[in-house]
């Protein structure tokens, strides 16, 4: 059964534009942030391709860098969600982790305003990266990070570590092997990033304190 509780709604304060400020589109063009998303990856050095189709499930946005770098974000899946009404839910994090895991890509879940407290803590064990259009405006991906969310973006004293938040998988089907296809997801809890085995840096979440992205 899901877990749709809101136990982060205290922490988490809200993503995108806030309630009363009016957002920088139309509103009634709801391909609005697919087409800034892509235009702001092709800035940033990817290929792009909108509305594509994989195994039947339409994708709002699909990205390859130019030039690989053999890193986990090489390739990207992103859905795009712009609620006003509603922040966000939880079902919006699971099609985009399944379209990941289906095409081998690091998921991105572009949203305009706000998402919910279990799409947020769904998206962190899942490795979903929440985007904003402001984080549009910082010339990369936020990184990976080893505390979800990073240090110091939270009024709180002390933000988990990813192991913290992640249960393992279960033993029946936890297994190891050497071919890269049949490299289950997230087979230790605390290393990471998932979906993609076969590049380099599959296994390392970054310290905030170390990253020179501006968080917040």
């Avoid at 860098?65 to 390739?75: A, I, Q, S, Y």
């Avoid at 929440?130 to 709180?156: A, C, F, M, N, W």
Wanted: hydrophobic share 35%; with cysteine; net charge negative.
């Amino acid at each position: 059964m899901s877990d749709d509780s809101a136990d982060f709604t205290d922490e988490i304060d809200i993503v995108g534009i806030p309630d009363g400020e009016d957002p920088d589109h139309d509103p009634t063009n709801g391909r609005w942030l697919e087409t800034r998303v892509a235009e702001t990856l092709e800035q940033w050095g990817y290929r792009t391709a909108r509305n594509e189709y994989c195994f039947g499930l339409e994708t709002d946005v699909i990205a390859r860098r130019d030039d690989l770098r053999g890193d986990p974000d090489d390739f990207l899946v992103v859905e795009c969600k712009e609620w006003h009404q509603v922040p966000v839910q939880r079902d919006a994090v699971e099609a985009v982790a399944l379209r990941a895991a289906l095409m081998r890509a690091m998921p991105v879940l572009a949203v305009a305003r706000r998402v919910s407290a279990s799409a947020w803590r769904l998206a962190q064990l899942l490795d979903v990266r929440i985007v904003t259009e402001q984080d549009l405006y910082k010339g990369r991906l936020p990184p990976l990070t080893e505390r979800r969310p990073p240090s110091g973006t939270l009024h709180v004293r002390r933000e988990p570590f990813i192991h913290d938040l992640r249960d393992r998988l279960p033993l029946l089907v936890h297994r190891r092997s050497g071919l890269d296809i049949e490299a289950p997801v997230f087979h230790i809890a605390d290393h990471g990033p998932c979906y993609v085995p076969d590049r380099t840096g599959n296994d390392e979440y970054v310290k905030a304190a170390d990253s020179d992205y501006e968080f917040g």
